[in-house]
């Protein structure tokens, strides 16, 4: 059943401001849905998920999207012989109430700075962006974008883990398989997490995230639970492969602003690319961070190469043919890994230029070298 979206919109303005694609809109809060009304111009939803305040607030956000009722989001999500790449130029929005709470585990390999009890969490499936070397296309069958729209299950699971007796503190990422910074116009589900979080003082969450909008992050209150980790790659990759990201210096602007509104801020180099002259650009990347950035401000860093199981290697192979899917890896215990000759001088620059501005133990290095089990994803 197909019917028009005829919720009144909050915005007129039909221009793409690109405040959350790109960072560098000037707009205020009445127009920051506009990016996801070109985005999104269907949006599927089950019919479990037809009445709830979710759905509806989110619905009011795309005003004019075609609205298509489903029994159950995998008639849409799962289906075969889909294109994840083709699906990112014409992402549709799924809306979904998912049976269980999407809290998991952080596999033993990801990265955890040093907290034992980790967990991550999955209420959006896929992301705006389109970045070449994500491994959501070697996940996921589709390009499409499923919110479910019931994250107090999620809440719920997590209170009967803080209640548990265990004193010690438990740490949450909150954007793995999504950036759900870039969805907050349209999703508010920053704010909900922000606002669970400062009940309970044992929480630490991680929002990882590539988005750029300041106005977006002026919107949510600053909250010393939220660790704002930024993903930073240097130019030419950004321009390269990481499509509808937002330029290294709105990354980095937007970096400058959160530490001067108080918040946590974390910089991500991970994932590091063996690109063409890679220890020159990424060099080049931080002369620009380290003159843009108070690094004696910076809460922490991540530092990582590109990393991918052989499952979805051989999937993003199928789907998105390019130079970072046919790099010539080493396997290895079912990973897919740079040389150590081309991975260890990118390391050991980002090392080297990093320990010259912030102290040792504030720099996380991704290494995999104990562990058995291969990375369940990429950090981002
Ligand atoms: S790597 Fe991160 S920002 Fe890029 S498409 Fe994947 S989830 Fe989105």
Redesign the pocket.
């Known amino acids: 059943m197909s019917l028009t979206n005829s919720v009144s919109p909050a915005c007129n303005d039909t221009s793409a401001c690109g405040t959350c694609a790109s960072g560098v809109g000037t707009s205020g809060a009445e127009c920051l849905t506009t990016p996801y009304r070109k985005t999104f111009s269907v949006v599927y939803v089950e019919e479990a998920a037809l009445s709830l305040p979710r759905t509806r607030q989110i619905l009011a956000k795309l005003p004019g999207a075609e609205v298509i009722r489903c029994r159950d989001y995998r008639e849409v999500f799962n289906r075969p012989h889909q294109s994840p790449a083709l699906q990112k130029h014409a992402q549709a929005l799924i809306l979904a109430v998912s049976d269980r709470p999407r809290l998991y585990p952080g596999a033993p390999v990801c990265q955890d700075f040093g907290n034992e009890r980790f967990y991550y969490t999955s209420d959006v499936m896929?992301?705006?962006?389109?970045?070449e070397?994500?491994?959501?296309?070697g996940m996921y069958p589709s390009g499409h974008v499923v919110v479910f729209v019931n994250p107090e299950d999620t809440f719920r699971e997590l209170d009967t883990i803080l209640c548990d007796g265990n004193p010690r503190g438990v740490y949450v990422c909150i954007?793995?398989?999504?950036?759900l910074l870039?969805l907050e116009p349209l999703l508010g589900f920053v704010a909900e997490w922000i606002t669970y979080a400062e009940k309970h003082p044992t929480l630490t969450l991680e929002l990882?995230?590539?988005?750029a909008s300041a106005a977006v992050l002026r919107a949510l209150p600053v909250s010393s639970r939220l660790i704002l980790a930024l993903?930073l790659s240097p130019e030419p990759v950004i321009r390269a492969m990481?499509?509808h990201?937002p330029s290294l210096s709105a990354r980095l602007a937007l970096a400058r602003e959160a530490m001067d509104l108080g918040w946590k801020v974390r910089l991500c180099f991970d994932?590091m690319l063996a690109v063409h002259d890679a220890v020159t650009v990424y060099s080049a990347m931080f002369d620009e961070v380290f003159s843009a950035l108070p690094m004696e401000r910076v809460w922490d860093v991540s530092v990582g190469l590109f990393r991918i199981s052989r499952e979805y290697l051989k999937e993003m192979r199928n789907r998105r043919p390019c130079k970072v899917t046919y790099y010539p890896y080493e396997l290895s215990e079912g990973v897919y890994r740079y040389p150590k000759a081309v991975g260890e001088p990118l390391i050991a620059l980002a090392v080297e230029r990093l320990a010259q501005a912030i102290p040792r133990e504030r720099i996380f290095l991704w290494d995999d070298t104990d562990c058995s089990e291969p990375p369940c994803r990429?950090s981002?």
């Open positions: 896929n992301c705006v962006f389109d970045c070397y994500c491994y959501l296309q954007s793995y398989d999504t950036d870039a990882r995230t590539k988005a993903t990481e499509h990201t994932p990429n981002d």
